[in-house]
């Protein structure tokens, strides 16, 4: 029985070690963005909010089974606290992102928290590339996951460099406007993130649907 104990506690520590400093990186990232000019007026209030939940996130984090590959957690800023125009600009590659849809008609197609939140165990979109959003979404819900919002997607782009290699579908969200499935790119003529919709039908050799298993 002490010998599991140990087994476990190395592996606790070593767990709480490692997401502790993702957890650290990612308000790196946040802060290097603060001074973006919509962003400034809000950023200490918001980033305080993120670091308040470092040991409630670390300890979901620890309990879960998160396979190999997958990210363990990413904060979310929702539209209800910053405009899509802003987080948008979130976006650096390296010039700011720029959004083409209003975002009175972007609606999510699920209950999702109206203040900051983390969304855990999150796939970037690498296993489902090359489905449409319709036929990814449909085997994320099989896998009882969930497809990421817009706003979840902005996140995902501002932490990782995902959007350099994949067209990203954020299938959690629709367009009433049109009824039709935000996405995210990178305009390659002019090296900036934009954020436009699709049919859900559409398929690209190198579109994808990321996918989390739980927000919190």
């Known amino acids: ?38 962003l400034k007026y809000h950023a200490t209030s918001l980033i305080a909010k993120i670091k308040s939940k470092k040991s409630e996130v670390i300890s979901q984090a620890i309990k879960m089974e998160i396979p190999d590959g997958h990210i363990p957690f990413i904060p979310v800023i929702p ?55 319709e036929s990814a979404g449909s085997l994320i819900k099989k896998q009882e996951r969930s497809c990421l919002t817009v706003e979840e997607c902005i996140a995902l782009t501002i932490h990782t460099d995902v959007l350099s290699e994949l067209y990203i579908d954020c299938s959690g969200s629709h367009y009433e406007r049109t ?23 559409r398929c690209l050799i190198n579109s994808a649907t990321p996918s989390c298993h739980c927000r919190m």
């Open 1 to 38: 029985m002490k010998t599991a104990q140990r087994i476990y506690n190395k592996l606790f520590g070593k767990k709480k070690k490692i997401y502790t400093q993702l957890f650290d990186k990612q308000i790196q990232r946040l802060e290097q963005l603060k001074y973006i000019d919509p």
């Open 79 to 133: 539209k209800t606290r910053i405009r899509l125009e802003c987080l948008m600009e979130m976006i650096q590659t390296p010039r700011m992102g720029r959004n083409g849809l209003k975002d009175r008609y972007v609606v999510n197609n699920m209950d999702v928290p109206y203040n900051i939140y983390f969304i855990f165990d999150i796939e970037d979109g690498h296993e489902m590339i090359g489905r449409s959003p």
């Open 179 to 201: 009824y039709t499935v935000p996405y995210l790119y990178i305009f390659d003529s002019r090296d900036y993130a934009s954020l436009s919709s699709c049919g859900e039908n």
